[in-house]
Nanobody, 124 residues
């Protein structure tokens, strides 16, 4: 069973940058497509970005396109989310998720393994 642990969250001013990481253990991420989601209290989990198992393709929510970048290092069993030009509305708990196979998805139910999440707070 794959365990995912996020890190790198924190407090940043609007316009700033932050990179969050998702480290895996218990299995190789090279067999999984990976996604990042975020959630604020009282709202549904929101898709942010995804990448295929080979990192050949990436997909972004319109709200973060051009500002965020998902990447992966299969040798390090780690996935990253680089967040630039952050806005207060980006404040949320960011979680990574793993989906077996090469097809990524923007739907949370398509993912098998989840991390606990890391808090990102953007101040205005």
């Amino acid at each position: 069973q794959v365990q995912l642990v996020e890190s790198g969250g924190g407090l940043v001013q609007a316009g700033g940058s932050l990179r969050v990481s998702c480290a895996a253990s218990g299995g190789s991420l090279s067999s999984y497509s990976m996604g990042w989601f975020r959630q604020v209290p009282g709202k549904e989990r929101e898709f942010v970005a995804a990448t295929t198992s080979s990192a050949g393709s990436t997909y972004y929510a319109d709200s973060v396109k051009g500002r965020f970048a998902i990447s992966r290092d299969n040798a390090k069993n780690t996935v990253y989310l680089q967040m630039n030009s952050l806005r207060p509305e980006d404040t949320a708990v960011y979680s990574c998720a793993a989906r077996p196979g090469i097809i990524f998805s923007s739907y949370p139910y398509a993912y098998l393994y989840w991390g606990q999440g890391t808090q990102v707070t953007v101040s205005s």
